[in-house]
Nanobody
Framework: VQLVESGGGLVQAGGSLRLSCAAS????????MAWFRQAPGKEREFVAT????????YYRDSVQGRFTIARDNANQKVYLEMNSLLPADTAIYYC??????????????????WGQGTQVTVSS
């Protein structure tokens, strides 16, 4: 699938942003979808994932309770609602896809399709 992210921007600490990922391609409904992020000088890290049905999300500990991942299969979109943002959340955020074979996958190498990324900057 082809993926295009949008919704990034500059926000103050404590604020909110909603990222969107538009997918094209017939395989979308077979895919587990995920968000990753990469801060300057750091490796890409897992943020959240959701299964093909959209009923089993999973988050990294540091965003649990603040971020929500959701998908709209009819419109082939994935969202990341981010609340109570911290300066530590500053990064380029990437949408990623892989065929859903069950379980939650955090390893970036397991994902086959990636968007170009969208910048999120949280000021203190």
């Amino acid at each position: 699938v082809q993926l295009v992210e949008s919704g990034g921007g500059l926000v103050q600490a404590g604020g909110s942003l909603r990222l969107s990922c538009a997918a094209s391609g017939s395989a979308f409904r077979q895919c587990a979808m995920a968000w990753f992020r990469q801060a300057p000088g750091k490796e890409r890290e897992f943020v959240a994932t959701v299964n093909w049905r959209g009923d089993a999300p999973y988050y990294r500990d540091s965003v649990q309770g603040r971020f929500t991942i959701a998908r709209d299969n009819a419109n082939q979109k994935v969202y990341l609602e981010m609340n109570s943002l911290l300066p530590a959340d500053t990064a380029i955020y990437y949408c990623a896809a892989k065929i859903d074979r069950g379980g939650w996958v955090e390893e970036a190498d397991e994902y086959t399709d990636w968007g170009q990324g969208t910048q999120v900057t949280v000021s203190s």
